[in-house]
């Protein structure tokens, strides 16, 4: 998708090449910065002095920092530099050099970055044998090059012929020149369709033809050779989107052709599919065009977008609209970008966006919160728990509240999947305890009947089939506490033994001589006078009254306090020279125990700094956590990263880091504590896989870190219906998508 004024001419003037042909008028002003937005899911910017700026997912490498890591916010690239141009796919993203070479990274499943095919490369490397170029374009697999002698060149995924050769295989790794084009001064590519604008203003095409992309009017599902899109002259820009594709004309007309299943195109009463290019209504003045996934943007000379198409705020794929509407909140908008979401640039140096954001390819941060925020609508909070990307909180009247994800009924009932704001789990008794799961929900009755909902594919709360409501878990009474690992529940009950039900494949349930997934509780047996339980992955500790730590489960890292040739435990056991232990918490691999000293001790998995003491060794020896006093309280995550709450009310952290969990840095972990932004008056402490809860004396709830699945509860969705600005640094002063042209900025107020 692309949408690129006369890119030939630009380009070359911004680096200052000789040999560069005069610029039309309105390219005069042209910047040097190109932001790309690839099908929502990632987002790749460029900076004035050539620095690549990235964020969004990045499951394949595609934001090119060397990791699989997301990133809800803009971070600077610092494996390559000195970039003049980019542009993203679905992917992977391709990046051309000030010095005519080409570089590419992400996704390689069909040779997109010019190597021979292999999973994904997180950090950039060169596509051999390219030189010259002044563009690049970036397909859904495909990727193009514009060099300056006005050829094209191609490589990737060759599906329906996108790489414009009539080669038998299905993907071609090495870059080839595409036949029968000359003097290109454009490029757009969409997902497995290709287009050029040449120097005449034509536009040319091949590739799929599926929903008429290629504007030729023809019933051919594809075609592998260049042809002229016939009857459209005088064309200044053009975009293609997933199936459309928008041109720009000189007069300022814009013209839209192909797929129109959401409406995308702009005609009234017009079909699903239209083949060919037709002017797109009640639009004057148009200066810059972007199609994205299923919509379409238009910036007009007075800086005001407007939008047509699937709205992409909403989850419903028929909430549409064919004619073009005003996007409010930006006013001096310079250049546009659209892939599955919309970025669009204000004169004034700021980035607007909307959207859904799970991915963070707004870049807006509003699914991470790097300070804590309150949760929205709750107060009179006793207890919090948070599973991996959901929470629930117990509120004095004895009812319960969730919020977060919902895709498994952990809050009940299933709909909606996603809950941006608590709501009270229905059909409940008057709780006095809860506990989360990865997936699964816990509560104690104030009869001491326990309760379970959501996935119960192990048998986590008895033999039931899937419903949308809590079920009572028969076999249990007299029951005061409860703990959830992913797959396995436990209770204790009030004369201090312990009973587990659900997957015992590790020994979790502390049930000698079996594997096996058990739908009925069973006690836990030779354990007596426990008061505390807490369930890691597929290990639980357990607190005696004498101040003693018992163990049983996995032990791969050592979790369990001992010897790591004892791979797992089926029957519980003292932890050795650990007593006075007032509190307990069980992390992913690791696990912690407080003292009655008010010191942290800490034993397990450490790779990432889970146990505090600034190494990265593992140990299976319980040891007190450096510099550390006056702890009150403690919680291990099931990711990976230790929270405590001190007397003098501060939080201290360490283990990983990411999206902000210990600190609003780039720093993946911390191996010895750090302290956590101020909050005064902390009770308790809860975490789910990336995200941190604090529980206020006065009842209110504060969260920070990932809120991709609406977890920490402010009302703020990942959703953006309305523009917002993103948060990117104050020296971007342009932008594109996977199209765009961008403009010189004068002013750059202070920012981030």
Not at 270 to 296: C, E, H, I, K, W
Not at 334 to 339: D, M, P, S
Not at 690 to 716: H, K, M, P
Request: proline share 6%.
């Amino acid at each position: 998708m692309r949408n690129l004024w006369m890119a030939l001419l630009w380009a070359v003037l911004l680096t200052g090449s000789s040999g560069a042909r005069a610029a039309p008028p309105q390219t005069q002003a042209r910047g040097p910065l190109r932001g790309v937005l690839a099908n929502g899911s990632h987002t790749v910017a460029l900076d004035a002095d050539g620095t690549v700026w990235s964020w969004g997912y990045n499951a394949s490498g595609q934001l090119g920092n060397g990791t699989t890591r997301d990133r809800p916010l803009p971070a600077a690239l610092e494996t390559i530099d000195r970039v003049k141009f980019i542009d993203a796919g679905a992917s992977h993203t391709v990046a051309l050099r000030e010095d005519g070479t080409v570089w590419a990274w992400g996704l390689n499943r069909m040779g997109q970055l010019g190597q021979p095919a292999s999973v994904s490369e997180p950090t950039p490397q060169q596509v051999p044998g390219l030189t010259d170029g002044v563009a690049v374009e970036a397909g859904s697999n495909h990727s193009l090059m514009l060099r300056e002698d006005g050829t094209v060149w191609s490589w990737g995924s060759n599906t329906t012929g996108q790489l414009g050769r009539t080669t038998p295989t299905s993907f071609d790794a090495t870059p080839v020149r595409v036949p029968g084009l000359t003097d290109v001064v454009a490029l757009s590519a969409g997902n497995d369709n290709s287009l050029a604008l040449r120097e005449d203003g034509t536009v040319w095409s091949w590739g799929n033809n599926a929903n008429g992309q290629l504007g030729r009017a023809t019933s051919t599902r594809f075609d592998p050779l260049p042809a002229r899109v016939p009857g459209l002259t005088g064309v200044v820009a053009l975009s293609a989107g997933s199936g459309h594709v928008l041109a720009l004309r000189e007069d300022g007309s814009v013209w839209a052709w192909g797929n129109n299943q959401y409406l995308q195109l702009g005609f009234p009463n017009a079909t699903s599919s239209n083949p060919t290019p037709r002017q797109v209504p009640a639009l004057t003045d148009a200066v810059d065009v972007a199609a994205g996934s299923n919509f379409s943007l238009v910036r007009r000379a007075d800086g005001s977008v407007w939008t047509w198409g699937l709205d992409p705020s909403v989850q419903s794929p028929w909430e549409g609209n064919d004619i073009p509407q005003r996007v409010e909140g930006p006013r001096h908008v310079i250049a546009l970008a659209a892939g599955a979401l919309p970025l669009v640039l204000d004169k004034d140096g700021t980035v607007w966006g909307w959207g859904w954001n799970t991915t963070g390819a707004l870049g807006t941060g509003s699914n991470l919160r790097s300070t804590p925020v309150r949760t929205r609508d709750l107060s009179k909070i006793v207890s919090l728990s948070a599973g991996a990307y959901f929470s629930l909180a117990l509120r004095e009247d004895g009812t319960v509240w969730g919020w977060g994800d919902n895709r498994f009924a952990q809050l009940s009932p299933w709909l909606p999947e996603l809950r941006a704001t608590p709501s009270q789990v229905m059909e409940l008794p008057k709780a006095v305890a809860i506990a989360t799961g990865v997936i699964h929900s816990l509560a104690v009755a104030e009869d001491g009947t326990v309760w379970g909902w959501g996935d119960n594919n192990d048998g986590q709360f008895g033999p039931q089939l899937p419903t949308a409501s809590p079920v009572q878990v028969e076999g249990l009474s007299g029951m005061v506490a409860v703990t959830a690992g992913p797959t396995f529940s436990l209770a204790l009950r009030a004369d201090g033994t312990v009973w587990g039900l659900g997957r015992n494949s590790s020994g979790q349930l502390g049930f000698p001589g079996d594997f096996d997934i058990h739908t009925t509780p069973r006690q836990v047996p030779e354990l007596t006078g426990v008061v505390a339980l807490s369930a890691g992955n597929a290990h639980v500790l357990a607190l005696r009254e004498d101040g003693t730590v018992w163990t049983w489960g996995a032990n791969l890292s050592g979790q369990l306090g001992v010897e790591l040739s004892v791979r797992s435990r089926h029957t519980p056991a003292p932890v050795p020279g650990l007593t006075d232990v007032v509190a307990i918490s069980s992390g992913r691999e690791f696990s912690l125990a407080l003292r009655s000293d008010g010191t942290v001790w800490a034993w397990g998995y450490n790779k990432t700094g889970e146990l505090g003491d600034g190494t990265l060794t593992s140990r299976y020896t319980p040891a007190p956590v450096p510099g550390l006093t006056d702890v009150v309280g403690l919680m291990g995550t099931s990711y990976g990263t230790a929270l405590v709450l001190r007397r003098d009310g501060s939080i201290w952290g360490f283990g990983l880091n990411t999206l902000g969990m210990l600190a609003n840095t780039a720093q993946l972990f911390y191996s010895t504590p750090v302290q956590l932004p101020a909050i005064a008056g902390v009770k308790a402490l809860s975490a789910g896989e990336q995200t941190g809860f604090a529980l206020l004396e006065d009842g209110t709830v504060r969260a920070w870190g990932s809120n991709r699945y609406d977890q920490i509860g402010d009302g703020v969705s990942s959703a953006h219906r309305t523009a917002v600005q993103a948060r990117l640094p104050c020296r971007f002063t342009a932008m594109t998508s996977r199209d765009h042209r961008a403009s010189e900025v004068k002013h750059c107020p202070a920012g981030p």
